[in-house]
């Protein structure tokens, strides 16, 4: 059981090339987030999915675009890098809170943008 | 409006002493409250939850209502706790999701 997995583990990118990100987890879980770690910001949510071929905004969507068209995958895409981008990325995935399931975190994945 | 506020950014104790991190939270319904620890060059874990009223490492959190706070106590800390301390309050009603505050990062001295 490999939990989450995140690709790539580290990149730099320029401003205004794109990439995504990876997330694969073989829990079966239904849900799927993607936060940043920022420095006295805490984790913030980007976007989130509560099910295969659904997606929805969390708290700091702005550039960046997501899809799940596989229950155990969930990608993050930059269309075009910004140097405010650069941050660590996690991902995480769990079956359903109700104060019962926990959320499990991929290792993270440290993007810096030029 | 949600809210998770954990005032204390650094924290710093000597092994054996006690220690508490602080965490605030603002919700209008009826809070599930989470601890979540990042020690270094490793993931989030959770820690534990206010629901399960469980200790785990030593550590235990008391929701106070009437205080709207869940503050994560340990008696006697060891170096081993030093780790980057994040408070989450879940979010309900349809699309569930977990509000981080900004974390308390706690140095356990020798």
């Known amino acids: 059981n490999a939990g989450v997995t995140q690709t790539p583990k580290f990149r730099v990118l320029k401003t205004g090339q794109s990439m995504t990100l990876l997330c694969a987890q073989d829990?079966?879980?239904?849900?799927m987030y993607w936060y940043r770690q920022d420095p006295g910001m805490g984790l913030r949510l980007i976007h989130y999915?509560?099910?295969?071929?659904?997606?929805a905004k969390g708290e700091v969507p702005d550039g960046y675009n997501v899809s799940r068209l596989k229950k155990q995958n969930f990608l993050l895409g930059l269309e075009s890098a910004a140097p405010s981008q650069t941050s660590v990325y996690f991902c995480?995935?769990?079956?359903?809170?109700?104060?019962?399931?926990?959320?499990?975190f991929g290792p993270g994945t440290r993007l810096t943008v030029t | 409006a949600q809210r998770v506020t954990q005032p204390e950014k650094l924290l710093s104790v000597f092994k054996g002493a006690p220690v508490e991190l602080k965490c605030n939270y603002s919700?209008?319904?009826?809070?599930?409250l989470f601890w979540y620890v990042q020690y270094s060059r490793q993931r989030l874990q959770l820690l534990l939850r206010?629901?399960s009223r469980e200790s785990i490492k030593g550590f235990t959190a008391d929701l106070n209502k009437g205080e709207t706070s869940f503050h994560l106590k340990k008696p006697f800390a060891q170096e081993e706790d030093s780790a980057m301390y994040y408070c989450?309050?879940?979010?309900?009603?349809?699309?569930?999701?977990?509000?981080f505050g900004k974390g308390t990062k706690l140095t356990v001295n020798p």
């Open positions: 206010h629901i």
């Open positions: 989450a309050l879940l979010t309900q009603g349809g699309s569930e999701k977990l509000v």
């Open positions: 999915s509560v099910g295969e071929g659904t997606t």
């Open positions: 919700y209008s319904g009826s809070p599930e």
């Open positions: 829990m079966n879980h239904e849900y």
């Open positions: 995480a995935s769990s079956y359903s809170f109700r104060g019962i399931n926990e959320q499990y």
